[in-house]
């Protein structure tokens, strides 16, 4: 029997509820088996507060809904140290096995499998 899958999720990929209405918590759960764990960086929360403080309008709304919907989905926070950037983090935790949750172009490319990603602004796909 194996252990389940621990997702990090990306800044960007926590935002999909809010800005495209895909629930990816409902969506991981359909495509990946088990129970997979669900991880954030607090580095990415961080940035998410920041972005609540500083920006108005829609962006803030967003922010504030996907900074809700991590709480309520208990999403475990992994607390970093230094200054290594949330991408580098990320492909750091994607050597020890993690799988990476993300949109952003150039992470998925520095990472290459075990990444989910959304297709099409409406499912999950584990590549």
């Not at 999909?16 to 209405?21: K, S, T, V």
């Not at 900074?67 to 492909?91: C, F, M, R, W, Y």
Request: net charge positive; proline share 3%; charged share 30%.
């Amino acid at each position: 029997m194996t252990s389940a899958k621990k997702i990090i999720l990306d800044t960007n990929f926590v935002l999909i509820p809010a800005q495209l209405n895909v629930d990816i918590f409902e969506e991981i759960t359909k495509t990946i088996p088990g129970q997979p764990g669900l991880f954030i960086l607090d580095k990415s929360i961080k940035e998410l507060q920041k972005i609540a403080e500083e920006q108005k309008g829609a962006l803030k709304r967003q922010v504030k809904l996907t900074l809700e919907l991590i709480q309520a989905k208990n999403v475990n926070i992994i607390p970093t140290e230094g200054d290594e950037s949330v991408d580098n983090l990320l492909v750091e935790y994607a050597k020890q096995g993690y799988t990476i949750a993300t949109q952003d172009k150039e992470l998925k490319q520095r990472i290459g499998t075990n990444i989910i990603v959304l297709r099409q602004k409406k499912k999950i796909e584990l590549k």
